[in-house]
Every structure is written in structure tokens, then in C-alpha cells.
């Protein structure tokens, strides 16, 4: 595609369920990200694809998060039993390879009510 | 860890010259990066480094001392649509990582 296409651009769910985040990364990209934006606060690392590696889950900030992706398409981040604090922008970027630039899709806001 | 330090905010007058600063760690270090956010948007690409020295892009310009883990992103004659933050992100053993970003204003 043009650019990264993320979706849903805006979700509100209740506390306790699970949501869904897709990104569709630009065509060729090997490496992807996810990272989480809180209002008014800077870009938070949550994870990094590159190809067919292991990703780096570093960021992740606990076992109810998680992200796949299937080689070098598609990811989608995971949030199970939603919590008020998960309430931000889910931000996807991709790039060439880890030494290229990245490139932002528009980002999920995601609301826990 | 990755610690990205930057200025929160800054101020400055349109016409004029900015300059943010940026530290970081320098562990497995593989190139700097700036970008820019409005308000409500996802951030655009501005600058990349990864030599020391100073890299010259219209307007702005990226400066990076590796061995002192620093680097400055310096904006010219500011314009008001430059209100935006300015976000210093370090490769370091491959991932992305962004500091917490300075937000800038430009009054007229």
C-alpha cells in the first residue's frame, strides 16, 4: 500500500474485554514496530519485528499484551482484559530494515471505559 | 536501558533559530533519529545520523557527536507551523527508541 494503514482508528471497549489491533505495513518492509502513546506523553517502546527473527518483546508491559506477525505482513497487537490504564494511541511504524527510516500509520486510539 | 534525554518545552520566536538537544546512551548505538508531531497526528521523519557531524536539510539541520552521545536538531526561521514536538529516537541494537520528546512553540 501507500503508507501504513492501521485499524480501527478509534476503539472503545469495556473494561475486561479483549481487543484486536491491526497494522498493514508498508509492502517490502522487514521491520516493524508498535509502540503506545499516552496523552500529551511521548512514543512508548512495545515491540520490534525484523523479517523472520524473534521479535523484541522488551517493551511489552505485561503478559497481557502481546503482537504477531506472519513474516513480512500483516501484525496485529493483542490486549487481553483491557484496563483503564491501556486507555491511548496504538502507534505501528514500519521501515526497510533497521537502518532505514520509519514510516507511521495514523494510530489507534484505543478508550477502556 | 535506552535513556533519550530531551528538554520538555521549548519556546521561541517566529523568524528565529532553535536548537533541542537530545543525550542518549551510546550501547550498541546505530544511528539517531528526529521527528516531528503535530498535535493529534502520527510522527514524520525529519533527520537521520549516524556519522558525526552535521546534517543539512533546508531548514533544519541534525548535528550527532557519537562520542558524547549527543545530538542537536536545529531549526531556522521558524515559521509558526513549526509548533509542534520534536522527537529524538536512538537505534540502538536495532530497535526503536524514543526519548519523551520536546514540545515547541513559536509565538508570532
Known amino acids: 500500500g501507500a503508507g501504513v494503514s492501521q485499524s480501527p482508528s478509534n476503539k472503545v471497549t469495556e473494561k475486561g474485554k479483549d481487543v484486536e489491533l491491526r497494522c498493514d505495513p508498508i509492502s517490502g518492509h522487514t521491520a516493524l514496530y508498535w509502540y503506545r502513546q499516552r496523552l500529551g506523553q511521548g512514543l512508548e517502546f512495545l515491540i520490534y519485528?525484523?523479517?523472520?527473527?524473534?521479535?523484541?518483546k522488551s517493551g511489552l508491559p505485561s503478559d497481557r499484551f502481546s503482537a504477531e506477525r506472519t513474516g513480512e505482513s500483516v501484525s496485529t497487537l493483542t490486549i487481553q482484559r483491557t484496563q483503564q490504564e491501556d486507555s491511548a494511541v496504538y502507534l505501528c511504524?514500519?521501515?526497510?530494515?533497521?537502518?532505514?527510516?520509519?514510516?507511521f500509520g495514523q494510530g489507534t486510539r484505543l478508550t477502556v471505559v | 536501558g535506552q535513556n533519550i534525554d530531551q528538554p520538555t518545552e521549548m519556546t521561541a520566536t517566529e523568524g528565529a533559530i532553535v536548537q533541542i538537544n537530545c543525550t542518549y546512551q551510546t550501547s550498541g548505538f546505530n544511528g539517531l533519529f528526529w521527528y516531528q508531531q503535530h498535535a493529534g497526528e502520527a510522527p514524520t521523519f525529519l533527520s537521520y545520523?549516524?556519522?558525526?557531524g552535521l546534517e543539512e536539510k533546508g531548514r533544519f539541520s541534525s548535528f550527532l557527536s557519537r562520542s558524547k552521545g549527543y545530538s542537536y536538531l536545529l531549526l531556522k526561521e521558524l515559521q509558526m507551523k513549526d509548533s509542534a514536538s520534536y522527537l529524538c529516537?536512538?537505534?540502538?541494537?536495532?530497535?526503536?527508541?524514543f526519548g519523551t520528546g520536546t514540545r515547541l512553540l513559536v509565538s508570532p
Open positions: 511504524a514500519s521501515s526497510l530494515g533497521p537502518t532505514y527510516e520509519a514510516f
Open positions: 519485528f525484523q523479517g523472520n527473527s524473534a521479535p523484541d
Open positions: 529516537a536512538d537505534r540502538s541494537f536495532q530497535k526503536l527508541v
Open positions: 545520523n549516524v556519522l558525526d
